[in-house]
């Protein structure tokens, strides 16, 4: 458990930045922070660093997490070693990075990432802005008090000093922990432009820890959202990979609508969201992504992104159907035009995208109960992530659960009793529709199999 104590900062000691020029030493008896609960890779950097004269903390995240009680998904170490000098240390180091210059020290496939203490940009260093204000390189080394304003949050600039094993606190987040209040360090609208990705950041803390945000930071945050289209669409990717397979998707969504930059990173779905059914088919896709990542099963952002822009894939795909397109063809240029869309704000690799189609493209194919045609979706390479998305859409009302039961029915049986199912004639009389054509035509399929 963590232990809280009255912090003794004395008035003199803080700046206008709200960053302590005389921190609180937390020590090893006021706090919880056990090494037992630091991965050895970790230790071991941060020993020889010790060791070899440097200054060497863990911190960031880790030190958030293992205060709250919780095993940190990574271990970072900051040192006021260069990391020139770092690599000397390790043999199995590789320097990596141009804005931000990092050590990355590999032990098997387990990373533990060392940066440089960093001091603040000043005028002697205008250069590394852009002209919205947000940095472009990020190399200027200083010391431990100059390295804490760069952090973003209080909650993630607490320093664990591996000499004595204390805890130092430039900026009251040992306090803001324990209020479970989200702050950011230094003026917020020029934290948010030097870097706009702190308003994701602040979302997928509030989201996954359960902070509140502070009314400044909240403040800042809903006047300056549009920042987020200076970001390159590959980097937003990767940030919304981390705010929806954290296992916090559903929470992260509503706080996102909540803050307004949904429409930053998904305008075609916000445009959707009134409608009740669509707005409950996400939000289940949200939780079931949820809940497979707390299962430790797999998930892949194909499915949460084919959720998103399903609404506007399927409006558009009705529109080309009106204009005289066959389905499959409607659908196809209906997706191409949506993703086409979509890359333009938060990139999506094709990889991902593939997998989208085929799911889109198997959902109007799931009313195939008989047949070559259902047992080529029942062999399908994305059958399951297809049929989860089926079943979503049942349960949100936008389609009869009918289909959903035949084809959960169906994967009870084995597979020779699969094939008899599938292969056993319908019932009642034969019908035009249904009589085997002897054509060399190709035949048509209602859903576009891709």
Known sequence: MMKWFKSKRQKKGISNDGVSTDPVIITRSEHGVSRKNIDEPALKVLYRLHKSGYQACLVGGAVRDLLLGRHPKDFDVATDATPE???????????????????????????????????????????????????????VYGEIHDDVWRRDFTANALYYNIADFS?????????DIANKRLRLIGDQETRYREDPVRM???????????????????????????????????????????????????????????????????????????DKTTSEFIRLAMQSTDDRVKLDKPVTPAFLFAALLWAPVRKQTEANVEA??????????????????????????????????????????????????????????KFRAAYDFLCLRANAGETDL????????????????QNKIISAPKHGPRTRSNKPKHSNKPKRDEGGNR
Not at 254 to 269: G, I, N
Not at 325 to 341: C, D, I, N, R
């Open 85 to 139: 000098q770092v690599s000397k240390l390790f043999r199995n180091c590789r320097l990596i990075g141009r804005r931000f210059r990092l050590a990355h020290i590999h032990f098997g496939r387990h990373i533990i990432e060392v940066a440089t203490f960093r001091a603040p940009h000043g005028e002697l260093h205008e250069e590394h802005h852009d002209e919205s204000g947000r940095v472009l390189r990020d190399n």
């Open 167 to 175: 805890i130092i606190d430039y900026v009251g987040g040992f306090e």
């Open 200 to 274: 994701l950041r602040a979302i997928r803390f509030a989201s996954k820890l359960d902070f509140s945000i502070d009314d400044s930071c909240k403040q800042a945050i809903l006047e300056m959202g549009s920042l987020l289209g200076d970001i390159p669409s590959s980097r937003l990717f990767e940030e919304v990979l981390k705010l929806f397979h954290s296992g916090h998707a559903e929470e992260s969504f509503y706080t996102l609508q909540e803050y307004d930059l949904l429409k930053y990173l998904f305008p075609d779905a916000v445009k959707e969201l009134h």
């Open 324 to 381: 005289g397109m066959h389905y499959a063809v409607a659908l196809q240029k209906a997706a191409t035009k949506l993703v086409s869309s979509q890359v333009q704000h938060v990139s999506i690799p094709k990889r991902f995208t593939t997998t989208m189609r085929d799911i889109w493209a198997l959902q109007s194919r799931f009313r195939n109960h008989s047949g070559r045609r259902a047992y080529s979706v029942l062999h399908h390479p």
């Open 402 to 417: 009918d289909d959903c039961r035949w084809w959960t029915e169906l994967q009870e049986h084995n597979p020779e009793q």
